[in-house]
């Protein structure tokens, strides 16, 4: 298995376009401190499946050097597996549309909120031919299955019915037996999570915050991290000491612009290495 991590940012990137932190206004100054929005892609059989198509994906694409196929039009990437129905995580499914098929994984949940909300068969079906598979699935020789981790919903769909909501991605390769674990977005750790978690070769885990404070002292929000969908990285509710002791290489991605792990000396990163994980970093190959 190769994984290729394309973006690591939180919605809206860093720097955000509309925002004045400190963390923007040194991603501003200091280009090398920017960050995509979180994603990576999986190689299968020569075949890379993108997970997430964000705002930033046709760029990623590049960036990263996504091996390209043999025909003149025939694109880089075979599919797009989704962990929600977020816009941050679905509006590259738009920009996808010169493929000549685009196959898309994701729960029923997801994939009905897509339709009914920012009406992606309709819009892109006059493009390409998008072709849905419910999760689990197999693509190639990756084996992809869903694990629920939070029934938020996107603002679109507020009110809306359903399960699946937002999942944490479990994609095995049946050539090596090897397994990544990826969950950006983290409201609960369900015993099922906790087990794939444990079972892993590597862990992609939300990063969103360092701690549950952080957006209320920020001046983001008068919400917690927890209150926002997203466990804290640090604190007795955090996700480091929930990694601890596993086999897995665990790296942390979609961070927001106010997490202080976003600046690459921060004392942040000390404690992440003390308990063996780390900042996934953007444009490198993970061969788990």
Known sequence: MRLLVLGTAAGGGVPQWNCGCAGCAAARAEPALRRRHASIAVEAGGRWYVVNATPDITEQIEECAIPRRGGAREGPVAGVLLTDAELDHTLGLFRLREAPELR????????????????????????????????????????????????????????????????????????????????????????????????????????????????????????????????????????????????????????????????????EHRALAAAGAEVARERVVIEP
Request: glycine share 10%; aromatic share 6%.
């Open 104 to 267: 898309i994984a994701a729960t029923a949940t997801v994939r009905a909120a897509l339709e009914s909300g920012p009406g992606v068969q309709r819009v892109l079906a006059p493009y390409t031919t998008l072709t849905w598979t419910d999760l689990p699935a197999s693509f190639g020789t990756l084996d992809v299955s869903a694990v629920p981790v939070s029934d938020k919903r996107p603002r679109y769909a507020a009110g809306t019915g359903g399960d699946g909501w937002v999942v944490a991605l479990r994609v095995r390769d049946r050539r090596d037996g090897r397994t990544v674990v990826y969950a950006p977005c983290l409201a609960a750790w369900p015993d099922e999570l906790d087990r794939a978690v444990r079972e892993a070769d590597c862990v992609f885990v939300d990063g969103t915050f360092w701690d549950d404070d952080e957006p209320r002292r920020a001046g983001i929000s008068d919400r917690t991290a927890t209150a926002m969908g997203h466990l804290p990285i640090a604190g007795p509710r955090g996700t480091l000491q929930r990694l601890a002791g596993g086999r897995a290489r665990c790296l942390y991605t979609h961070l927001n612009n106010t997490n202080p792990l976003i600046v690459p000396d921060a004392d």
